[in-house]
């Protein structure tokens, strides 16, 4: 488990569970995860594609997390 949030105490799995469905309803926004950028733990929103449109409804960070915008194109379960 990561280190809380200074800012509320929470962790980042518990931040991301907190928010993960309504991120997630969001048009374009096909996945959210965990991840790491120069040692520190963000929150990763997966996008079909970086349009103004969703860029306008994502946080840039939610609970002291910083949140990076990934494009990994449609996803398709198998």
Do not use: C, D, W
Request: glycine share 10%.
């Amino acid at each position: 488990m990561e280190k809380p949030s200074a800012l509320t105490g929470l962790s980042i799995e518990e931040v991301k569970s907190r928010y993960e469905m309504g991120l997630i309803i969001i048009n374009e926004v096909v996945g959210v995860g965990i991840g790491e950028e120069k040692g520190i733990p963000v929150i990763k929103v997966y996008v079909i594609e970086k349009t103004k449109s969703v860029m306008e409804k994502l946080p840039l960070q939610i609970e002291g997390y910083r949140v990076v915008i990934e494009v990994t194109g449609e996803v398709h379960a198998f």
